[in-house]
């Protein structure tokens, strides 16, 4: 029974985190987030996006590059971190 409730837990921040990386890739899926997205983005340290930052991953994170989601070629350089830098969404 535990093991089950992991897994669904597991399966939930999955979903979750690839949905977000999605959202904030900078891809042409959402053309109205251009609007949003293009500055610094900072909701309590629980949230942050950093637009062409191309800066290094920190240690200790769990890090998704969206090129390991789909073939790109034109990277933007954001950078996108959840729970205070748990997870970090590259596209570089």
Not at 2 to 22: D, H, N, Y
Not at 57 to 75: M, N, V
């Amino acid at each position: 029974m535990k093991s089950l409730k992991r897994k669904t837990k597991q399966t939930v921040i999955i979903i979750t985190l690839t949905i977000s990386a999605i959202g904030f890739s900078g891809c042409s899926m959402f053309p109205q987030s251009k609007k949003y997205l293009s500055k610094n983005i900072n909701v309590a340290g629980a949230f942050t996006h950093s637009p062409g930052s191309f800066a290094p991953i920190e240690t200790g994170t769990i890090r998704l590059q969206s090129d390991e989601l789909w073939y790109r070629r034109d990277f933007s350089g954001n950078k996108t971190t959840f729970l205070w830098g748990l997870f970090t969404f590259t596209d570089y």
